[in-house]
C-alpha cells in the first residue's frame, strides 16, 4: 500500500510517500481501506520528534480515518464487513489501509460523506473526555474555549452549544472571531486585541466560566484562573504556550478551582470505547439532524501531507485539514 512515513524529525517536507505492507489486524481489531484521513496538531509534534509514538502502535501519522471494513474481528460488534466506519486510531492513518481497534470505530453519521466522517473522531474523543468527562460540564453551565476556530476549537463549540450551554471562545482575529460566533460561540474574543479574562467576567456579570478548556497552558494558565467561577474546572489538553506557570495556589484553594490535564492517544482500548458510546447516543444524531456539522477548510491528497502540515502550521486555517487517500 501508499502510506506517508516520516523520513526524520524535521520541516513538512521530510513526510515523504511510500510503500509498506498492509498491515494485519489483531483480535479486536479491524482493517480499513481508508477513504480520507484528518491531520491533527498531533501529527505535527510527532513528525517534529515531541509527541513520542506508543509502544505497539505505526509509526505512521494519522490519528483518525474513515472508510470501509474490509476484515478483521467484528465479533461481539454491531459492525460488519462492508460497513463504511469513522475510527479513532493509534496512528498510522496516512495510508491506503489502517487497522483500528473495533471498539473504536463508529458508523459514518447518515448524512455525511466519508472525507466528513473522517473529520470527526480526533476532535470529537477529545473534546467529550476533556469536557464532559473529566471537566463536567452541565446543564446550566458555561465554556470557555481558547483556540476556537481550531478543529479542536470548532468541535467543542457546536457540541457544547448544541446541548444548550452558553460558549465564548478567544482567536486571533477579527474574522477568526466571527466564524467563532458563527459556530455558536455567544462571543468571540480576539487574544490579540482584547484581555480575554475581563471580557469573560464582563459578559458573566462577574461570575466567570464553569469550565475552561486550554490547548495553550503557559501565561494562560494565570489569567484563566482569574476568570474561572468558584469551582470551575479548567481541562488542560496542549501546551502551545508553554509547560511553565506561575499559579497562585490560594485561589485554587480558596475557590476549589480544579485544574486536569490529559492526553488521549496512549489511554487504553476500552477508555476510549466508552468515549465512542457515549459520542453515539448523544452526538451522532446532532451530526445527522445538522444541528452540529463537520468544519472542513482544505482537503489534500495523501502525497500532499507536506503542504497539509504546512497549512496546519500557519494557523490560518477554520476547522480541518484532510487528506484524500482512496
Known amino acids: 500500500m501508499n502510506a506517508i512515513e516520516i523520513t526524520q524529525y524535521g520541516a513538512p517536507d521530510v513526510l515523504q510517500i511510500c510503500e509498506r505492507p498492509i498491515p494485519t489486524p489483531k483480535t479486536g481489531e479491524v482493517l480499513i481501506k481508508v477513504h480520507a484521513a484528518g491531520v491533527n496538531r498531533p501529527d505535527v509534534l510527532q513528525r517534529t520528534g515531541h509527541y513520542p509514538v506508543p509502544a505497539g502502535a505505526s509509526d505512521l501519522p494519522g490519528l483518525e480515518v474513515a472508510g470501509e471494513i474490509v476484515g478483521g474481528d467484528v465479533s461481539g460488534s454491531t459492525l460488519r464487513c462492508g460497513d463504511m466506519v469513522c475510527a479513532l486510531v493509534q496512528g498510522g492513518g496516512y495510508a491506503e489501509y489502517c487497522v483500528a481497534p473495533t471498539a473504536q470505530c463508529l458508523p459514518i453519521p447518515k448524512g455525511l460523506s466519508p472525507l466528513q466522517a473522517a473529520s470527526l473522531p480526533e476532535t470529537f474523543f477529545t473534546v467529550w473526555s476533556n469536557v464532559f468527562d473529566r471537566a463536567r460540564l452541565v446543564e446550566g453551565e458555561t465554556l470557555l474555549v481558547q483556540g476556537g476556530t481550531s478543529g479542536i476549537g470548532v468541535t467543542a463549540l457546536q457540541i457544547a452549544s448544541a446541548l444548550g450551554h452558553r460558549v465564548f471562545a478567544t482567536a486571533g482575529s477579527d474574522d477568526k472571531c466571527r466564524a467563532c460566533e458563527a459556530l455558536g460561540a455567544e462571543r468571540g474574543i480576539n487574544y490579540k486585541t482584547e484581555d480575554f479574562a475581563a471580557v469573560v467576567k464582563q459578559l458573566t456579570d462577574g461570575k466567570g466560566v464553569d469550565v475552561i478548556l486550554d490547548m495553550v497552558g503557559g501565561d494562560y494558565l494565570v489569567r484563566e484562573i482569574s476568570c474561572l467561577a468558584d469551582d470551575g474546572r479548567i481541562g488542560l489538553i496542549a501546551l502551545l504556550g508553554g509547560s511553565k506557570a506561575n499559579v497562585d495556589?490560594?485561589?485554587?484553594?480558596?475557590?476549589?478551582?480544579?485544574?486536569?490535564?490529559?492526553?488521549?492517544?496512549?489511554?487504553?482500548?476500552?477508555?476510549?470505547?466508552?468515549?465512542?458510546?457515549?459520542?453515539?447516543?448523544?452526538?451522532?444524531?446532532?451530526?445527522?439532524?445538522?444541528?452540529?456539522?463537520?468544519?472542513?477548510?482544505?482537503?489534500?491528497?495523501?502525497?500532499?501531507?507536506?503542504?497539509?502540515?504546512?497549512?496546519?502550521?500557519?494557523?490560518?486555517?477554520?476547522?480541518?485539514?484532510?487528506?484524500?487517500?482512496?
Open 249 to 326: 495556589l490560594g485561589q485554587i484553594l480558596r475557590r476549589r478551582l480544579t485544574i486536569s490535564g490529559s492526553t488521549l492517544r496512549p489511554r487504553p482500548v476500552a477508555f476510549k470505547a466508552a468515549i465512542a458510546k457515549n459520542l453515539l447516543l448523544q452526538i451522532w444524531p446532532l451530526l445527522e439532524s445538522g444541528a452540529i456539522k463537520p468544519v472542513i477548510f482544505q482537503t489534500f491528497p495523501l502525497a500532499q501531507a507536506a503542504q497539509a502540515h504546512s497549512l496546519m502550521e500557519s494557523s490560518t486555517h477554520v476547522g480541518k485539514i484532510m487528506l484524500q487517500v482512496n
